[in-house]
């Protein structure tokens, strides 16, 4: 292994276009799960409603997780599951999910 191959040694272009992506994807995740909290926080979700949100939950679950933002991703993940398996919205994990999107990590 030469020194150019170990993690950390990347030329410096590649490392500001990566965080240049990192960036978006985090400002990306966080829109995402304002959507969410926008929809299932309504008095009343409809089927695509929930629908729209288990989407966008899947994908803030795997890009918050690639990103660094892992109690965004933790906290997707718990809220794609209660919608999955249908055991409803829970307020709580609407408040966990807000204090993710809030905690100064996610965008």
Same mark, same amino acid.
């Given at each position: 292994? &030469?020194?150019?191959?170990?993690? +950390?040694? *990347? #030329?410096? #272009?590649?490392?500001?276009?990566? =965080? $240049?992506?990192? *960036? ?6 966080? @829109?995402?799960? *304002? @959507?969410?909290?926008?929809?299932? +926080?309504?008095?009343?979700? $409809? ?6 949100? =288990?989407?966008? /939950?899947?994908?803030? &679950?795997?890009?918050?997780? &690639? ?11 718990? /809220? ?7 055991? +409803?919205?829970? #307020?709580?994990?609407? $408040?966990?999910? @807000? ?5 100064? &990590?996610?965008?």
């Amino acid at each position: 292994m &030469t020194s150019g191959d170990r993690a +950390g040694d *990347e #030329p410096a #272009p590649f490392h500001d276009a990566f =965080a $240049d992506l990192a *960036e978006r994807a985090r400002a990306r995740n966080v @829109r995402r799960a *304002e @959507r969410v909290l926008e929809l299932l +926080g309504a008095p009343a979700v $409809d089927a695509d409603g929930r629908a729209e949100a =288990a989407e966008l /939950l899947h994908a803030v &679950t795997g890009s918050a997780g &690639t990103f660094g933002q892992e109690e965004l991703s933790d906290a997707a993940r718990h /809220l794609a599951a209660l919608l999955r398996d249908g055991d +409803g919205v829970r #307020p709580g994990a609407l $408040d966990r999910l @807000r204090r993710a999107v809030g905690d100064g &990590t996610s965008a």
